[in-house]
T-cell receptor, first 114, second 112 residues
Framework: ETGVTQSPTHLIKTRGQQVTLRCSSQ?????VSWYQQALGQGPQFIFQ???????GRGNFPPRFSGLQFPNYSSELNVNALELDDSALYLC?????????????FGAGSRLTVL | AQSVTQLGSHVSVSEGALVLLRCNYS??????LFWYVQYPNQGLQLLLK????ATLVKGINGFEAEFKKSETSFHLTKPSAHMSDAAEYFC??????????WGAGTKLIIKP
């Protein structure tokens, strides 16, 4: 089975620009979650998508938005980039079912905002 | 609200020594608990999970964790550290919406 793949792996943007990060879910998974991990910190939940609809959101402003496609791949869009948006962005897919929701993570996209 | 506390941002042990990484949680409902490992420049990989079955959970790479409800703890242990265990370890608890609440992480350093 294929794992979770993310692109690009690294990118550099300037303040005010917009960025789109992409994620392909693991085969058979129907839910995708996005996390922001700043240097030296744990992941912070951005949002989760299930059946192409947002299914939960963390404490992030509306300029963070997402999409989930019929093939369960996903995008994270960030508008009006700020310096504090510099972080590793992690995508995780899972199969929602009764019980523990085990996440399979991609390797992440490292965003640097200058 | 659920939360996770990992004691010690850095833990240093000698190769071959016992590894103990501490995790305490707060939860108003029976929790699902997880340990993930993150190697440099990589995503997170599941080590083990507690899902209300056996309180002692065995994971990959020789790690195990014990759920202690009375202490609200889920500490991670390994009897003998390997150099390859050097990484950052995250404890997480699942809330009622199956979203994970994460600890701040503990960086494990292995001394030769």
């Amino acid at each position: 089975e294929t794992g979770v793949t993310q692109s690009p792996t690294h990118l550099i943007k300037t303040r005010g620009q917009q960025v789109t990060l992409r994620c392909s879910s693991q085969s058979g998974h129907n839910t995708v979650s996005w996390y922001q991990q700043a240097l030296g910190q744990g992941p912070q939940f951005i949002f989760q998508y299930y059946r192409e609809e947002e299914n939960g959101r963390g404490n992030f402003p509306p300029r963070f938005s997402g999409l989930q496609f019929p093939n369960y791949s996903s995008e994270l869009n960030v508008n009006a980039l700020e310096l504090d948006d510099s972080a590793l962005y992690l995508c995780a897919s899972s199969l929602v079912s009764r019980g523990a929701n085990v996440l399979t993570f991609g390797a992440g996209s490292r965003l640097t905002v200058l | 609200a659920q939360s996770v506390t990992q004691l010690g941002s850095h833990v240093s042990v000698s190769e071959g020594a016992l590894v103990l990484l501490r995790c305490n949680y707060s939860s108003s409902v029976p929790p699902y608990l997880f340990w993930y490992v993150q190697y440099p420049n990589q995503g997170l990989q599941l080590l083990l999970k507690y899902t209300s079955a056996a309180t002692l959970v065995k994971g990959i790479n020789g790690f195990e964790a014990e759920f202690k409800k009375s202490e609200t703890s889920f500490h991670l242990t390994k009897p003998s550290a390997h150099m390859s265990d050097a990484a950052e370890y995250f404890c997480a608890v699942s809330d009622s919406n199956y979203q994970l609440i994460w600890g701040a992480g503990t960086k494990l350093i292995i001394k030769p």
